[in-house]
């Protein structure tokens, strides 16, 4: 995903304007770097911090809440180790929990290091390469009027490089925009897996994979997660399962974000009867060979008992 956000940016933002880059794992930034310097400077960094101390924007995109905490309040290496600047936007993409991103954004603005807001996304790496992501914002909407330089203004600038305008969607404070994603989620991976029973059960009693999923799509159980990360292969051309689970989301990453989901309704008094029994499944898929680094939808693997 993060790739593919760096691409867009680095085509869209002035040639003149340097892109920072920083990962983990370099030689990723060392491929992009070599894909992509006709477009314009780019620089690899070592650090968090070596980015941010050169940057006027910050986006992020990384796993789990400790690697956000560590990329941002990390003494030595992270973003609080740069120069303070009061008026650096700082974007956070990764889909953590609404307190950590809290904990972590009220860190920043009292110490001066910018302007915090979470803003995961959804989509997946083909909405990535498009430009086409949502996003849901956790600020206020910029206003008709609203003046260039301003907060809102400068954050729907840049994020219109990676996302549709008309897919942006302003959660009005720190944390809710984490919230919807949650939301969206824990319909996304519960889905995922009732649709990969169902269309074994169908396929099992002698149903055409295309045939069933052709009624499926055109009655009362068709989703987007149907329509294009369909588990079964063969069924739908362009979903992971019929490109050998080519990644889109990594299976391992399942119980992660569902469990955010479980966690978010318990806090609030909400008894998460779906995902308690989908999480179950998703642990033992995530540690299933024929899953691991592979797309979500190849659950179907584990749940077919399939031999590769």
């Known amino acids: 995903m993060g790739y593919a956000m760096a691409s867009n940016l680095r085509r869209k933002m002035p040639s003149s304007a340097a892109l920072y880059v920083y990962d ?5 930034c060392e491929r992009f770097a070599s894909e992509h310097w006709k477009l314009g400077t780019i620089v690899i960094a070592d650090s968090a911090k070596h980015a941010a101390a050169n940057s006027r924007f910050i986006i992020s995109i990384v796993p789990t809440a400790e690697n956000v905490r560590q990329i941002y309040l990390d003494p030595n290496s992270g973003l609080v180790a740069a120069p303070a600047d009061s008026n650096r936007i700082i974007i956070e993409c990764s889909t953590i929990s609404s307190e950590s991103t809290r904990e972590v954004g009220e860190a920043l603005q ?39 330089g301003s907060i809102p203004s400068r954050i729907k600038n840049v994020l219109t490089m990676l996302g549709e305008p008309k897919k942006l969607f302003w ?11 949650i939301s969206n989620n ?21 149903i055409e994979p295309k045939l069933l999923y052709e009624v499926i799509r055109n009655s009362s159980g068709q989703s987007f997660m149907c329509d294009h990360v369909n588990p079964a292969p063969g069924t739908v051309a362009h979903a992971p399962s019929s490109n050998n689970w080519k990644l889109g989301f990594k299976t391992q990453m399942m119980p992660k974000d569902i469990g955010l989901g479980v966690d978010a309704a318990k806090k609030v008094g909400i ?18 060979p024929r899953c691991i680094d592979r797309d979500g939808s190849s659950v179907w693997l584990y749940l077919n008992d399939i031999k590769e």
């Open 110 to 148: 009292a110490s001066g290091h910018g302007y915090y807001i979470d803003a995961p996304l959804s989509g997946g790496v083909p909405a990535a390469e498009a430009g086409t992501l949502s996003f849901m914002i956790g600020s206020v909407a910029p206003t008709d009027n609203e003046p260039s």
């Open 186 to 206: 824990y319909i996304s991976c519960t889905s995922l897996l009732v649709i990969a029973e169902a269309m074994a059960i169908g396929i099992r009693n002698g």
């Open 24 to 28: 983990v794992y370099r030689p990723s």
């Open 171 to 181: 959660c009005n404070k720190l944390g809710c925009g984490l919230a919807a994603k």
């Open 271 to 288: 008894t998460p009867t779906m995902a308690d029994a989908a999480i179950e499944v998703w642990k033992k898929a995530a540690q299933d």
